[in-house]
């Protein structure tokens, strides 16, 4: 299964611009990227998925290399209400031929006033 | 983005007894959906792969005969913790993988919180 590395956690003043950068060395070919947020006792909320290069929406960018052994959300000028865990999955085809994700450990990113 | 419901959000129960959780994909047909748990400040951790119209697919160490998982058609899939005990206590998620085009997305539910007494 490939795996992902984070941070485990990161601060950030109101108002700056965070980037929590994942790495995923044995990333296969047909993986997507996506990144979920999660509040306490909340189910994970998805915020961004990609493939290569760069991704962006409302709510963030992705940049992914063209290696694609990493990837790094940003979040544009944090608030308090972006305090959260934040996971970095990679899509996984098991032999079976199903697909899951498995979660890391995450980054938790706490907003500082 | 496609939305995952999942009932209760909270359950307390007396040890021994059943419980059953329901996950709904609203918008979208969902042949798999997933279900986890999540102790606190921990990560997710998968418990079984539910297909429509199979059996489930269970994670190593996890007893199919005590997380039974049906899912009976599209948009439906419930997990049920049988005899449970305070070890089962923790927060139960599902989730939907919808497919769109040539990606996949996961949708997740709100989750449910379990304390077994």
């Known amino acids: 299964l490939a795996k992902t590395t984070q941070p485990i956690s990161m601060d950030s003043y109101e108002g700056q611009e965070v980037n929590i950068t994942c790495s995923h060395n044995?990333?296969?070919?047909?993986?997507?990227i996506t990144w979920y947020q999660q509040f306490p006792s909340q189910g994970p909320r998805f915020i961004i998925q990609?493939?290569?290069t760069k991704v962006t929406n409302e709510v963030a960018s992705l940049f992914i290399p063209a290696d694609r052994k990493s990837s790094t959300l940003s979040l544009p000028r944090v608030s308090l209400s972006d305090t959260a865990v934040y996971y970095c999955?990679?899509?996984?085809?098991?032999?079976?031929?199903?697909?899951?994700?498995?979660f890391g450990k995450g980054t938790k990113l706490s907003v500082i006033p | 983005g496609a939305v995952v419901s999942q009932h209760p959000s909270r359950v307390i129960c007396k040890s021994g007894t059943s419980v059953k959780i329901e996950c709904r994909s609203l918008?979208?047909?969902?042949?798999?959906m997933f279900w986890y748990r999540q102790f606190p400040k921990q990560s997710l951790m998968l418990m079984a792969t539910?297909?429509?119209?199979?059996?489930?697919?269970?994670e190593q160490g996890v007893e199919k005969d005590k997380f039974l998982i049906n899912h009976a058609s599209l948009t439906l899939s419930t997990l049920t913790v049988t005899s449970a005990h305070p070890e089962d206590s923790s927060f139960y998620i599902c989730?939907?993988?919808?497919?769109?085009?040539?990606?996949?997305?996961?949708?997740f539910g709100s989750g449910t919180q379990l304390s077994v007494l």
């Open positions: 044995n990333i296969a070919t047909n993986d997507y």
């Open positions: 990609g493939y290569k």
């Open positions: 539910s297909n429509e119209g199979s059996k489930a697919t269970y």
């Open positions: 918008d979208f047909q969902a042949t798999t």
């Open positions: 999955l990679v899509g996984d085809e098991t032999g079976a031929g199903s697909y899951q994700l498995t």
């Open positions: 989730s939907a993988r919808e497919r769109t085009g040539g990606d996949e997305k996961l949708f």
